[in-house]
T-cell receptor, first 108, second 115 residues
Framework: GQNIDQPTEMTATEGAIVQINCTYQ??????LFWYQQHAGEAPTFLSY????GLEEKGRFSSFLSRSKGYSYLLLKELQMKDSASYLC?????????FGKGTMLLVSP | GAGVSQTPSNKVTEKGKYVELRCDPI?????LYWYRQSLGQGPEFLIY????????DSGLPNDRFFAVRPEGSVSTLKIQRTERGDSAVYLC?????????????FGQGTRLTVV
């Protein structure tokens, strides 16, 4: 089984930087994904990590430490449209399990 | 198709009735997942198919829930004797394979309301 933990809510200001943490416990690790989900919409893919280190993609970066069972998603130059739920998901040998999501509210 | 298609987009049914939810994955995607999502929660895993077979059905809550994928493409999630607690958005996702950097693409979901 898997256990994925992330904060329920975060708030930040437009233009700022925010880091959303995710810790996980899994019986077999085969990659970690971050998804963004706006209210009433389907989740959309943001990033993937399978090796330790930082993956950068534009304003978004994701970090992984497999020994610590830890990842974070870093969002820079926040925009109002970044207000959404951010889902951490871990793939093991058979499936893809999601955390409960972190609701990010960006204010002007 | 261009993306994962789920039908119907909305379904209202009476308690005790039987419902079928359909998922048409991206062409060529062998892996297919069903999730259930309640308001304010993350997607809850239900079942995973690799090709025609259910590789992991450990997330199905009870024997009222069943899913099939007879030809390795379209999948149907079937719920018998629906209960009010089954009300949720049912999401389907597909990916090329189950390993590696193969992101899962989600459909828009079916919002099921049991009254």
């Amino acid at each position: 089984g898997q256990n994925i933990d992330q904060p329920t809510e975060m708030t930040a200001t437009e233009g700022a930087i925010v880091q959303i943490n995710c810790t996980y416990q899994t019986s077999g690790f085969n990659g970690l994904f971050w998804y963004q989900q706006h209210a009433g919409e389907a989740p959309t893919f943001l990033s993937y990590n399978v090796l330790d280190g930082l993956e950068e993609k534009g304003r978004f970066s994701s970090f992984l430490s497999r020994s610590k069972g830890y990842s974070y998603l870093l969002l820079k130059e926040l925009q109002m449209k970044d207000s959404a739920s951010y889902l951490c998901a871990v793939r093991d040998m058979s499936t893809l399990t999601f955390g409960k999501g972190t609701m990010l509210l960006v204010s002007p | 198709g261009a993306g994962v298609s789920q039908t119907p987009s909305n379904k209202v049914t009476e308690k005790g009735k039987y419902v079928e939810l359909r998922c048409d994955p991206i062409s060529g995607h062998t892996a297919l997942y069903w999730y259930r999502q309640s308001l304010g929660q993350g997607p809850e895993f239900l079942i995973y198919f690799q090709g025609t077979g259910a590789a992991d059905d450990s997330g199905l809550p009870n024997d009222r829930f069943f899913a099939v994928r007879p030809e390795g493409s379209v999948s149907t999630l079937k719920i018998q004797r629906t209960e009010r607690g089954d009300s949720a958005v049912y999401l389907c996702a597909s990916s090329i394979e189950r390993t590696g950097n193969t992101e899962a693409f989600f459909g828009q979901g079916t919002r099921l309301t049991v009254v």
